[in-house]
């Protein structure tokens, strides 16, 4: 018996719902329709850049707080508190005086965050 390629790995109906809705919620947000191989291959990538972030920031940095324009971290590294906030539609580091700070990274590693700037069509910038 041969495994299973990708193009027949079956999913269960639960999953395929939340895909279709997370889907056309992304299909509101940009007003277009987009094809669903590329969407999710998009999300699946989102998720593992996530990660990685996570993994090589979360040992130093805390989330404390998020609100609609301000999210609050608290970075151990350099053992103080960091604040991003959202400035012209794009999230902005007051620390590093920055727009790609690991601090920027971390922030869109957020869930929420992450779903409230790519409902509004942003994108994480490469982090440096
Ligand atoms: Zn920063």
């Known amino acids: 018996m041969t495994k299973p390629g990708w193009r027949t790995v079956l999913l269960r109906e639960e999953v395929v719902k939340a895909v279709e809705k ?14 669903l191989g590329a969407f999710i291959e998009d999300m699946i990538w989102q998720i593992l850049e996530e990660q990685e972030i996570l993994r090589s920031y979360g040992p130093y940095i805390e989330k404390i707080s998020v609100d609609a324009n301000t ?9 103080r508190i ?39 069509g942003r994108r994480m910038p490469k982090i440096s």
């Open 22 to 35: 997370a889907k056309a919620e992304r299909e509101a947000g940009l007003r277009r329709r987009l094809p």
């Open 71 to 79: 999210i609050i971290l608290r970075d151990n590294r350099v053992g």
């Open 82 to 120: 960091v604040e991003c906030v959202l400035k012209e539609g794009e999230l902005y580091c007051i620390h590093c005086e920055s727009s790609n700070c690991v601090h920027i990274g971390y922030s869109w590693a957020i869930p929420e965050v992450y779903k409230a700037m790519n409902l509004q």
